[in-house]
């Protein structure tokens, strides 16, 4: 497969699949990935809780690879900004959290974060269309969020692809991300789509070799993509 194929993919691995007492030996595992996808969750918009700003600095002075932030959190207008502070390379919040969207993407790319914004499978993706300027990357979930090691929905795809044809008609250079489900035998539908980013989490942790685990990932989706 030409190199170039590759570059266009972009695999991120959730450490929220990871063993969070020994989070530096996990992060070393997973050296070959584009970013690091780190789940901040806070037990309101989503079920689950896992941590805060003061973990993900740590995280971010621990890791090899940049950091791809994604908050299920309430209140992301108020919260977001202290994420693209501590240095992470893409802050994502969703859409159905977000009082001010775009104004908030805008303070985002000011601090120097990529701008991402996310929606949950039965969010509708068509009122994003008028706002791919303002967004780096936009998250289509494929599973609902709150957990890892669940199913991927396949009924997600009819929307991802609308989204990656809307993207490519107006020359836009979003990329678009795919979380949840995402493993060796579902990537493969979701490059077709359209997908160019992808989170795994137990796909690539829960894997004997994390590294092959990422490179065969990354194979797939350039073969479909
Ligand atoms: C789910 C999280 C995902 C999760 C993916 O709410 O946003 O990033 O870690 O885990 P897997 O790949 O195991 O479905
Ligand atoms: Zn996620």
């Not at 970013?35 to 969750?41: A, E, G, I, K, P």
């Not at 969010?123 to 609902?144: G, K």
């Given at each position: 497969m030409p190199r170039h194929d590759q570059d266009r993919i972009r695999i991120n691995p959730s450490i929220?699949?990871?063993d969070f007492v020994n989070m530096q030996a996990e992060l070393a595992r997973?050296?070959?990935?584009?970013f690091v996808h780190v789940d901040v969750m806070?037990?309101?918009?989503?079920?689950n809780l896992t941590f805060g700003p003061q973990m993900v600095e740590r995280i971010q002075a621990t890791s090899p690879v940049p950091l791809d932030v994604h908050l299920m959190i309430a209140d992301p207008d108020r919260w977001a900004p202290e994420y693209a502070e501590i240095g992470a390379a893409s802050v994502t919040f969703h859409l159905e959290a977000a009082t001010e969207p775009v104004a908030l993407a805008r303070r985002l790319r000011s601090i120097g974060a990529r701008a991402g914004v996310a929606v949950k499978p039965?969010?509708?993706?068509?009122?994003l269309f008028d706002l791919l300027d303002d967004f780096d990357q936009i998250l289509v979930m494929t599973v609902e969020p709150g957990f890892g090691g669940q199913s991927f929905m396949p009924e997600t795809m009819p929307k991802l692809r609308r989204l990656a044809d809307e993207a490519k008609r107006r020359g836009s250079a979003v990329w678009l991300q795919v979380d949840g489900g995402i493993g060796e035998s579902t990537i493969a539908q979701a490059a077709e789509a359209g997908a160019d980013t992808f989170v795994a989490g137990s796909a690539v942790f829960g894997a004997a070799d994390p590294g092959l685990a990422i490179t065969a990932l990354r194979g797939i989706a350039a073969h479909s993509h």
């Amino acid at each position: 497969m030409p190199r170039h194929d590759q570059d266009r993919i972009r695999i991120n691995p959730s450490i929220l699949a990871a063993d969070f007492v020994n989070m530096q030996a996990e992060l070393a595992r997973i050296a070959e990935a584009d970013f690091v996808h780190v789940d901040v969750m806070d037990n309101h918009f989503v079920p689950n809780l896992t941590f805060g700003p003061q973990m993900v600095e740590r995280i971010q002075a621990t890791s090899p690879v940049p950091l791809d932030v994604h908050l299920m959190i309430a209140d992301p207008d108020r919260w977001a900004p202290e994420y693209a502070e501590i240095g992470a390379a893409s802050v994502t919040f969703h859409l159905e959290a977000a009082t001010e969207p775009v104004a908030l993407a805008r303070r985002l790319r000011s601090i120097g974060a990529r701008a991402g914004v996310a929606v949950k499978p039965a969010t509708p993706v068509e009122s994003l269309f008028d706002l791919l300027d303002d967004f780096d990357q936009i998250l289509v979930m494929t599973v609902e969020p709150g957990f890892g090691g669940q199913s991927f929905m396949p009924e997600t795809m009819p929307k991802l692809r609308r989204l990656a044809d809307e993207a490519k008609r107006r020359g836009s250079a979003v990329w678009l991300q795919v979380d949840g489900g995402i493993g060796e035998s579902t990537i493969a539908q979701a490059a077709e789509a359209g997908a160019d980013t992808f989170v795994a989490g137990s796909a690539v942790f829960g894997a004997a070799d994390p590294g092959l685990a990422i490179t065969a990932l990354r194979g797939i989706a350039a073969h479909s993509h």
